[in-house]
C-alpha cells in the first residue's frame, strides 16, 4: 500500500500498478505515463500537475481527489470515479470515459459573466489612474478553472481565492496579491507579477514558465520612479513541483517555501532568496 505517502515529482512511467492503494498520497507532479493502474485507489490524493498520459485507470478511484492542471490525455478512464474531485484545468483529450462518473461543472454562467464584469472595471480603473472604473478584489473567490489570459490585473487582490486550475497566460499582475490563495494546477506563463506578493500560497505543480518576479518600481507623487523597489514575496509557499523554467526570480523571495520538484532550468536567479536545499 501507498496509502499517504509522498511521491512528488517521481517517475512511474508504465509500471504495473493495478488495484494499488494511494489514497490520501502527495503525487505532485509526477509521472505515470502509459501506467497500469486499472483499479487502484487515488481517493484524496493529490495528483496535482500529474502526466497520466495513456495510463490504464479502468475502474479506478479519484473520489475527492486533487487533478488541478493533471494531465489524462489519452487514458482509460471506464467505469472510474471521480466524484468529489477538483479537475480544475485538467485535460482529457482522447480519454475513454465510458461510465465514469465525472463530478459537477465548478462554475455556472452567471459566475463567469460578473468576473468578467469586474475585469473591465479594473482595467478602466488602471487605465485611468482610479478616476473610473473600480479595482478588482477576488479575495476568498472560488475560481477554479477560470480564464484570465491577456488580463490587466495590476494591483488586484486575490488573497485566499481559489485559482486552481486557472490560466492566467500573459496577464499582467504587477504588485497583485494573492496571500495565502490557491493557485494548484494553474497556468501563469509569461505573466508580468512583478513585485507580487504571494506569501502562504499553494502553487503546487503550476506553470510560471518565463513569469516575471523582478522586483517592482516604488512611485512618488509625481509618478515618477523613486529609485526603490518591492521585490516578488513568495516566502512560505506551497511550490512543489512548480515550474518556473526560464522565470526572472532575480531577488525574489522565496525562504521557508517548499520546492520538491520544482524546475528552475533556464531562470534567472540572481540573489534570489532560496530555501535550503532547493536544487536549481
Known amino acids: 500500500s501507498f496509502a499517504g ?23 505532485g507532479g509526477a509521472s ?16 496535482t500537475g500529474c502526466d497520466l498520459t495513456g495510463a490504464r485507470l479502468a475502474n479506478a478511484n479519484f473520489k475527492g481527489a486533487a487533478l488541478c492542471g493533471t494531465k489524462l490525455t489519452g487514458c482509460d478512464l471506464r467505469g472510474a470515479v471521480l466524484a468529489g474531485a477538483n479537475v480544475a484545468g485538467a485535460s482529457f483529450d482522447g480519454a475513454n ?8 461543472p465548478p ?29 478588482a478584489t477576488f ?9 484570465l489570459d491577456g488580463a490587466d490585473l495590476s494591483g488586484a487582490g486575490f ?13 499582467r499582475l504587477m504588485l497583485a496579491t494573492f496571500l495565502k490563495a490557491k493557485l494548484d494546477g494553474a497556468v501563469l506563463d509569461g505573466a508580468d507579477m512583478t513585485g507580487a506578493v504571494l506569501m502562504g500560497a499553494s502553487l503546487r505543480g503550476a506553470k510560471l514558465r518565463k513569469v516575471n518576479l523582478f522586483p517592482a518600481d516604488i512611485m512618488g ?15 512560505d509557499c506551497d511550490l512543489r513541483a512548480a515550474d518556473f523554467s526560464g522565470a526572472d526570480l532575480r531577488f525574489a523571495r522565496l525562504l521557508g517555501s517548499k520546492t520538491t520538484a520544482a524546475k528552475f532550468a533556464g531562470a534567472k536567479l540572481d540573489q534570489a532568496e532560496l530555501p535550503p536545499g532547493t536544487k536549481v
Do not use: C, Y
Not at 505515470?32 to 495528483?47: K, P, Q, R, T
Not at 479575495?139 to 480564464?147: F, N, P, V
Open 139 to 147: 479575495a476568498g473567490l472560488g475560481l477554479q478553472g477560470a480564464s
Open 97 to 104: 470515459m465510458e461510465g465514469a462518473n465525472m463530478p459537477a
Open 159 to 171: 488573497d485566499g481565492a481559489d485559482l486552481s486550475g486557472a490560466t492566467l497566460i500573459g496577464t
Open 32 to 47: 505515470f505515463v502509459e501506467a497500469e493502474m486499472n483499479g487502484a485507489s487515488f481517493a484524496g490524493a493529490d495528483l
Open 5 to 27: 505517502a509522498t511521491f512528488d515529482g517521481v517517475d512511474m512511467g508504465k509500471a504495473k500498478l493495478d488495484q494499488a492503494d494511494f489514497a490520501g498520497a502527495q503525487l
Open 221 to 235: 507623487p509625481d509618478g515618477k520612479p523613486t529609485g526603490r523597489k518591492i521585490a516578488a514575496n513568495l516566502a
Open 107 to 135: 462554475e455556472d454562467a452567471g459566475a463567469a459573466d460578473t468576473r468578467k464584469l469586474m475585469v473591465r472595471n479594473h482595467t478602466d480603473w488602471m487605465r485611468s489612474g482610479g478616476r473610473v472604473g473600480a479595482r
